[in-house]
T-cell receptor
Framework: GAGVSQSPSNKVTEKGKDVELRCDPI?????LYWYRQSLGQGLEFLIY????????KSGLPSDRFSAERTGGSVSTLTIQRTQQEDSAVYLC??????????????FGEGSRLTVL | AQSVTQPDIHITVSEGASLELRCNYS??????LFWYVQSPGQGLQLLLK??????LVQGIKGFEAEFKRSQSSFNLRKPSVHWSDAAEYFC??????????FGTGTRLTIIP
């Protein structure tokens, strides 16, 4: 596609349920990032993929969070046993190589997660 | 420790007035520096970036930023703001690894 596509755009779930958030990056971009944006906070780095590998997943808040990427393209962020503090906008970004290269990340519009 | 700070949470300016948004960082070397803008309901868009060379960089939408090594700053400026500039602005740094570290953002409100 022309840009980074994320789905769902909005997700409301009950505490304790699992959720999956999907990111479809720009075609040909080898680097893919997940960030979390909470109210009043900046963007919090979660995980970085280069191809299908995740060299840096230092930002995942707990073992309830996991992510995978397949075929060097689509990525899924999974949150198990959701908690209210997981409520946030989850942003996906892709980049032709990596941030250390051009540094320009192309962002999707985000998936807004609300945990009741 | 590596960090980026945007001291102003919210700024209000009149349409046509000049604008300066502050960004400071802590790092032992010169990082790669970026400004992104997030309009309501949209993803982040790159305004401009600095890697090296001329410390005054021009970006899209009439924005510019100046890197000042002595002050560890990379402030964003615009001579005359338009109502469409109302948005959230994020300073971001690359500290030599493969991710960008973002500041907490500055929300810009434009009044007629």
């Amino acid at each position: 596609g022309a840009g980074v596509s994320q789905s769902p755009s909005n997700k409301v779930t009950e505490k304790g349920k699992d959720v999956e958030l999907r990111c479809d990056p720009i075609s040909g971009h080898t680097a893919l990032y997940w960030y979390r944006q909470s109210l009043g906070q900046g963007l919090e780095f979660l995980i970085y993929f280069q191809g299908n590998s995740a060299p840096d997943k230092s930002g995942l808040p707990s073992d309830r969070f996991s992510a995978e990427r397949t075929g060097g393209s689509v990525s899924t962020l999974t949150i198990q046993r959701t908690q209210q503090e997981d409520s946030a906008v989850y942003l996906c970004a892709s980049c032709p190589a990596g941030a250390r290269g051009t540094g320009e990340l192309f962002f999707g519009e985000g998936s807004r997660l609300t945990v009741l | 420790a590596q960090s980026v700070t945007q001291p102003d949470i919210h700024i209000t300016v009149s349409e046509g007035a000049s604008l300066e948004l502050r960004c400071n960082y802590s790092y032992g070397a010169t990082p790669y520096l970026f400004w992104y803008v997030q309009s309501p309901g949209q993803g982040l868009q790159l305004l401009l970036k600095y890697f090296s060379g001329d410390t005054l960089v021009q970006g899209i939408k009439g924005f510019e930023a100046e890197f000042k090594r002595s002050q560890s700053s990379f402030n964003l400026r615009k001579p005359s703001v338009h109502w469409s500039d109302a948005a959230e602005y994020f300073c971001a740094l690359n500290f030599g690894n493969e991710k960008l570290t973002f500041g907490t953002g500055t929300r810009l409100t434009i009044i007629p």
